[in-house]
């Protein structure tokens, strides 16, 4: 199972927004309704932001959105933060039973 | 509030096993999977297997599986991850991380393991 493609970096100013892709295939993303993405600042354990394409967690912040289409899945951060600066995995179910992550991307907050 | 603390950091080599353990509290420990990740230096985050809290049933990525034992003790709350053959490409973060609603919503500090002769 291949890692889910991420683009490597994606950058914006502060309050704007920005949108980054996660592409996979009918076996994980395209076939279920189990994306997932996570916020990891260096040094620390990743945080679930999102869970099952589109919905927070508890206490996450209404400025991260999720969505699905087809075999690619996207995550937006409205209003974009200089705490938001942090890189950014989505995960998938597959149809083997297994879990992937993508290749991350790098947030950067101009 | 549902807590994983892992055992520390560990410094192997090549060829050896390590072992890293996973304690879990403040939560019902059947009721929940418990996953491993691993992040080498500078590397996205890859996913090794789970095991059911309840059952013991595990499930293993096609690229470990071979050399990863995922295993529980109830009595002690705490899941443990081996790993065989050790080479320096399994230098990497080890992280366990529960799973909870189709994501994993909480997550153990993490383990480095170094792998050096």
């Known amino acids: 199972q291949s890692a889910l493609a991420q683009p490597a970096s994606v950058s914006g100013s502060p309050g704007q927004s920005i949108t980054m892709s996660c592409f996979g295939s009918?076996?994980?993303?395209?076939?279920?309704?189990?994306v997932s993405w996570y916020q990891q600042h260096p040094g620390n354990a990743p945080k679930l932001i999102i869970h099952d394409v589109s919905y927070r967690p508890t206490g996450v912040s209404t400025r991260f959105s999720g969505s699905k289409s087809g075999n690619a899945a996207s995550l937006t951060i409205s209003g974009l933060q200089a705490e938001d600066e942090a890189s950014y995995y989505c995960s998938s179910f597959t149809l083997s039973g297994a879990y992937v992550f993508g290749t991350g991307t790098r947030v950067t907050v101009l | 509030q549902a807590q994983l603390v892992q055992s520390g950091a560990d410094v192997k080599k090549p060829g050896a096993s390590v072992k890293i353990s996973c304690k879990a509290s403040?939560?019902?420990?059947?009721?929940?999977?418990i996953h491993w990740v691993r992040q080498a230096p500078g590397q996205w985050l890859e996913w090794m297997g789970w095991?059911?809290?309840?059952?013991?049933?595990?499930k293993y990525s096609r690229r470990f599986q071979d050399r990863v034992t995922i295993s529980r003790d109830t009595s002690a709350n705490t899941v443990n991850l081996e790993v065989t053959s050790l080479t320096s490409g399994d230098t990497a973060v080890y992280f366990c991380a529960r799973g909870d609603s189709n994501g994993w919503g909480t997550w153990g500090q993490g383990t480095l393991v170094t792998v050096s002769s």
């Open positions: 009918s076996s994980d993303i395209g076939g279920y309704n189990y």
């Open positions: 403040a939560y019902t420990f059947s009721n929940f999977p």
């Open positions: 095991i059911n809290g309840g059952n013991g049933n595990t």
